[in-house]
């Protein structure tokens, strides 16, 4: 229901964005967010926001550099990713979530209900 794109291989401080289109049951979504996670490493939060509202919200590591938007038209989300880091490497993956909740709740992986399989970024030093 859910798929990645625009994922790659950037040097540090350049921008990449990524792209999450959603199914046409978008209409039982509250909010989706990005997740990523490093070789090695537990899945983590990224950002989120609602689908109706529009409302956003951010790990503490990537505010002020990605900005995260949907278009209701064309059912997509999309993550802008400016000023990378090499530490921002990692598969990127769209989940969404169906329950109506405080927007913290959704920094949790199992909050999810939905996934997408994931795009790679790589951010070469």
């Known amino acids: 229901q859910l798929v990645e794109s625009g994922g790659g291989l950037v040097q540090g401080g350049g921008s990449l964005r990524l792209s999450c289109a959603a199914s046409?049951?978008?209409?039982?979504?509250?909010?989706t967010g990005w997740f990523r996670q490093a070789p090695g490493k537990e899945r983590e939060f990224v950002a989120a926001?609602?689908?109706?509202?529009?409302?956003?919200y951010y790990a503490d590591s990537v505010k002020g550099r990605f900005t995260i938007s949907r278009d209701n038209a064309k059912k997509m989300v999309h993550l802008q990713m400016n000023s990378l880091k090499p530490e921002d490497t990692a598969v990127y993956y769209c989940?969404?979530?169906?329950?109506?909740?405080?927007?913290?709740?959704?920094?949790?992986?199992?909050?999810?209900?939905?996934w997408g399989k994931g795009t790679l970024v790589t951010v070469s030093s």
């Open positions: 926001i609602t689908w109706y509202g529009g409302n956003t």
């Open positions: 046409e049951r978008t209409s039982s979504i509250y909010a």
């Open positions: 989940a969404a979530r169906e329950i109506v909740s405080p927007m913290a709740v959704m920094t949790k992986p199992v909050a999810m209900d939905y």
